[in-house]
């Protein structure tokens, strides 16, 4: 089955650009995507990648996928400290209904 | 309502008792999913009701574990004889059931410690 892997800590200074970086084994994801979870709070979608797409960008987040190397990356420009959150990564395969997620990236943001 | 929610919020319980656990997802999803979040642990895939569809169950860890969904709407988790390697926090998900699912909407969680 799927299998998700993502560092589990990153800090940052605020203003600075944070990058998360994911990897996946399944080259037949269908769907890519990233999970924000803030204390005490359920996850909640922050943006997803198609896998025909290389590129995406919504505001200060920018995906970028790499199909080949199975490398799936966010990174957001002019890191406040109300981005200190946990990051998922997640995949579904083709044909699957269940995402299968990574242990979350910390995000830590410095003043 | 406007969210997914889950009841209760936090369950400590005694070692050996039985937890029923709540998820009431957003009116009209079609699709409901139970993940388990542990400490250091990523979200682990527990059940996932499609429809009147027959549930996939692949991610029960035991027998232990059982989920039902009436109606379509509102499920239920339910874990006997619950074990201290039971804790952690249990998520409830829904989505409208495309496939693959576009977005997943996420409740708050029940927070479950086990003595």
């Known amino acids: 089955g799927e299998d998700v892997e993502q560092s589990l800590f990153l800090s940052v200074r605020e203003g600075d650009s944070s990058v998360i970086n994911c990897t996946y084994t399944?080259?037949?994801?269908?769907?890519l995507y990233w999970y924000k979870q803030e204390p005490g709070a359920g996850l909640q979608l922050l943006t997803y990648?198609?896998?025909?797409?290389d590129m995406k960008q919504d505001q200060r987040l920018t995906v970028l996928l790499n199909k080949k190397d199975k490398h799936l990356s966010l990174r957001i420009a002019d890191t406040q400290t109300g981005d200190s959150a946990i990051y998922f990564c997640?995949?579904?395969?083709?044909?699957?209904?269940?995402?299968?997620f990574g242990r979350g990236t910390s995000l830590i943001v410095h003043p | 309502g406007a969210g997914v929610s889950q009841s209760p919020s936090n369950k400590v319980t005694e070692k050996g008792k039985d937890v029923e656990l709540r998820c009431d997802p957003i009116?009209?999803?079609?699709?409901l999913y139970w993940y388990r979040q542990s400490l250091g642990q990523g979200l682990e895939f527990l059940i996932y009701?499609?429809?009147?569809?027959?549930?996939?169950k692949s991610g029960l860890p035991s027998d232990r574990f059982s989920a039902e969904r009436t109606g379509g709407s509102v499920s239920t988790l339910t874990i006997q004889r619950t074990q201290q390697e039971d804790s952690a926090v249990y998520l409830c998900?829904?989505?409208?059931?495309?496939?693959?699912?576009?977005?997943?909407?996420f409740g708050s969680g029940t927070q479950l410690s086990v003595l």
């Open positions: 998900a829904s989505s409208l059931g495309g496939l693959p699912p576009e977005k997943l909407f």
């Open positions: 399944d080259s037949s994801s269908t769907y």
């Open positions: 990648i198609f896998s025909n797409m």
């Open positions: 997640a995949a579904t395969s083709g044909g699957s209904y269940i995402p299968t």
């Open positions: 009116s009209g999803h079609t699709a």
């Open positions: 009701f499609q429809g009147n569809s027959a549930p996939d």
